[in-house]
């Protein structure tokens, strides 16, 4: 069954990876040996598009460091999978913003300058390469790969068009839950229009799923960042 597993790369990032020492993540090694074998054994990973936008340097923690690093680990995943992963960015939008001052109630009238920084296009362009990879006959399964509502109406009318035609998998970036810790809860909004999902993904699935350092190429080798 051909797939084409969609990331959402902020969404894995932050809801899985960032307070881990995994970030050096193989997603091709973590769908192919471990996900899709459990959850859909008669897969085959046809393509793996992986939506991000480039980090601003001047307000990362890490600044111009946190730039290499997504630049280098972006180059790692093209760099071992030229044929199967393809890298579609957005952008970041950094303006002023005048939002209310937290209190109970809220004031409207009491508001203060803060720094709006907003990730652009990664779910339209989620929603619009799942649509018309399945219309053209791209694929058998569809593994969306977010904790994001806002692809729900994409997932409604891809499941209105084509119906059972097309098998849709749902895979939520978040550590399994464990007693007595907070977890953003995965949400049933994308759920509802799927064949399967998985709830989480295990601390051993991305142990065992780290890419190579470093990565040989023609010039420098590709290294994993120090810091990561």
Request: positive net charge; proline residues 7%.
């Amino acid at each position: 069954m051909r797939t084409i597993v969609y990331i959402d790369g902020y969404n894995l990032y932050y809801g899985r990876l960032k307070h881990s020492t995994h970030k050096w993540l193989d997603v091709h090694e973590l769908f192919s040996g471990y996900i899709l074998k459990a959850q859909s054994p008669e897969s085959t990973i046809h393509k793996i598009k992986y939506f991000t936008a480039d980090i601003r340097a001047k307000i990362a923690t890490h600044g111009q460091d946190a730039q290499k690093a997504q630049n280098s680990y972006l180059r790692a995943l093209v760099t071992l999978y030229p044929d199967t992963i393809e890298i579609i960015k957005g952008y970041h939008s950094l303006e002023r913003g005048r939002l209310l001052r937290y209190k109970q109630p809220p004031d409207k009238t009491d508001r203060v300058d803060v720094w709006r920084l907003e990730e652009k296009q990664t779910d339209v362009n989620i929603a619009l390469h799942a649509y018309r990879d399945v219309i053209r006959g791209e694929c058998d399964q569809i593994v969306i790969v977010s904790n994001d509502t806002d692809l729900e109406p994409a997932l409604q009318m891809i499941r209105q068009d084509v119906g059972s035609a097309i098998n849709i998998g749902i895979v939520i970036p978040i550590p399994k839950p464990t007693p007595g810790k907070k977890h953003r809860p995965s949400n049933a909004a994308l759920s509802k229009y799927a064949d399967w999902t998985r709830q989480y993904i295990l601390d051993s699935e991305v142990e065992y799923s780290q890419l190579p350092n470093p990565i040989p190429t023609k010039k420098k080798p590709i290294l994993r960042p120090d810091y990561w």
